[in-house]
């Protein structure tokens, strides 16, 4: 990974809790917290989306709600163009 200038400061309010326990479990790994926080701005940024593990339970279940839709969705474009459609009776019967 190239060497990166660091030129902009960030801060934000979390708990003090929760911050005392996560410098501690930092310090064990002998990190600090600006090079854990900064590895996860890099990745971030060379895969383009936030890391899986980071991300809320509740956000992962809509993501994989939408992405059922659009897969269902794509399914029915490609049975469309591939002639295989159901008639208005058995598409009310399945969809009610």
Known sequence: MM???KNQ???????DELLAKA???AAFEHLDMATILNSV?????AHG??????????YKRRDKIIQSLYDEIEQGYQD???GRV????QTFSKYG
Do not use: A
């Not at 989306?49 to 509740?58: G, M």
């Open 9 to 15: 400061q960030f801060s934000f309010l979390t708990n």
């Open 86 to 89: 159901l008639g208005i009776g």
């Open 41 to 45: 701005l890099e990745k971030m940024v």
């Open 3 to 5: 060497m990166l200038i």
């Open 49 to 58: 989306e936030v890391p899986t593990d980071l991300v809320d339970e509740k």
């Open 23 to 25: 410098q501690k479990i």
């Open 80 to 82: 469309y163009k591939n």
